[in-house]
């Protein structure tokens, strides 16, 4: 298969969904700038979580290039502006008031673009973000920025250490709806030193997301909402005091027999770290299941009868089930065949985690949060067509 992009955005590119091209058929993927086969540019609309082909109308202006769409819709965009920078490729509405998509309109700092290697992580950076940003969209999920909404938004600071002081590193984390991502993250041997230096078996860009949108969600979706007693059911009470629960983590690392109760090490900190674990973990899943849906893949081990819990033909949509048990089935054969695609070329398992029945509990509650969310959601927008 031809190349789908001449724009080099394959540092970053993370599957989900797939897509092709609505002039010539050709297969895309969510990154691409341009189609290789027609030749026609690219644009993701947030709107309908497509990526369309675009004809230009000059003075930066685009139209939809799809023949099949409907001849009244005269829908003209512009590109984000940070696609100058090759880092964005998604789509603003021309009478939007804002220069940014609804990925980057997100971002409150940026590093400095003067320096090469800071625009080379940067790119990194802001492809996990989008990979983020469509998930938080398909979930149907509460999400604007501080600027744009009137409730409590979500921003981003991506920086860099700079310091020449001896002053601390800038640390990944969350603050009252501002995560800040170091972009040493971005880089590969960096993130491995962090990686084995904390004794970590995952560390990823996009993982670093995931985790810290959990903190966000969990001021959303949980604080002085009806879930909360269930949450400390599950999670515990996440009033004990967290500056002292991280240095007792620290001090003295994780409990005895913690994977009975938790999916990593730092999940055992706090309740809020083992949420935003926990968070993370069902985007993992949703997000991974939704690209196995779209490569149509079926899991039947040859030595295995019929019968195997490891047999899974994934034909749903993860976004759509409302039972969680569904999801867990077509989980565990994937992550089976994955980790055994893995180990035959010699590399860790894609997913070297082991999901108890007490984590279980936490997903499933994530989930109805989640389901329930989109509901809610689904029937305001209904509301108001």
């Known amino acids: 298969m031809k190349s789908c992009d001449q724009t080099d955005y394959s540092t970053f590119a ?13 297969l895309l993927y969510f990154e691409n700038g341009r189609c290789e086969q027609c030749g026609d540019p690219l644009g993701f609309e947030a709107e309908s979580l497509q990526l369309i082909p675009v004809i230009p109308q000059g003075h930066g202006l685009y139209k939809n290039h799809d023949p099949h769409r409907d001849p009244s819709n005269s829908k003209t965009y512009r590109y984000c502006s940070n696609y100058g920078y090759g880092v964005c490729n998604w789509l603003v509405a021309e ?26 992580r940067w790119k990194i950076i802001e492809g996990a973000k989008h990979r983020l940003v469509y998930s938080l969209l398909r979930m149907k999920l509460p999400l604007g920025s501080h600027e744009s909404s ?49 004794d970590e078996v995952y560390r990823t860009v996009l993982g670093h997301f995931r985790h810290e949108v959990g903190h966000y969600y969990w001021d959303r979706l949980i604080e002085s909402s009806e879930y909360l007693e269930e949450f400390r059911e599950l999670f515990g009470d996440e009033r004990k005091d967290y500056g002292e629960a991280l ?34 973990h069902y985007l993992h899943i949703i997000d991974t299941l939704e690209t196995a849906n779209a490569f149509g893949l079926k899991i039947k081990p040859q030595v295995m009868d019929d019968s195997s819990v490891l047999k899974a033909d994934i034909k749903a949509d993860p976004y759509d089930l409302k039972d969680f048990n569904e999801i867990i089935k077509l989980w565990l054969p994937l992550t089976f065949a994955m980790n055994s695609l893995n180990r035959s070329m010699g590399l860790h398992d894609l997913y070297p985690f082991v999901i108890r029945p007490k984590v279980m509990q936490k997903l499933k509650f994530i989930h109805k949060v989640c389901y329930i969310t989109a509901q809610q959601s689904q029937r305001v927008v209904q509301h108001y067509v």
């Open 14 to 26: 993370h599957f989900m969904k797939l897509f092709k091209c609505t002039n010539c058929g050709q």
């Open 95 to 120: 009478n939007n008031g804002t220069p940014f998509c609804k990925a980057c309109s997100l971002n409150r700092t940026i590093p400095n673009l003067s320096r090469p290697e800071y625009l080379e």
């Open 150 to 198: 009137s409730r409590k938004g979500l921003s981003f600071d991506f920086v860099a250490d700079e310091q020449t002081d001896g002053s601390d590193k800038i640390l990944t984390g969350h603050d009252d709806g501002l995560i800040t991502i170091n972009i040493a993250e971005a880089d590969d041997i960096e993130r491995e030193t962090a990686r084995k230096s904390m």
């Open 247 to 280: 240095k007792v983590h620290y001090e003295h690392g994780a409990p005895p027999e913690w994977n009975l109760h938790f999916i990593s090490t730092y999940a055992t900190t706090h309740p809020w770290e083992d949420w935003a674990e926990s968070w993370a």
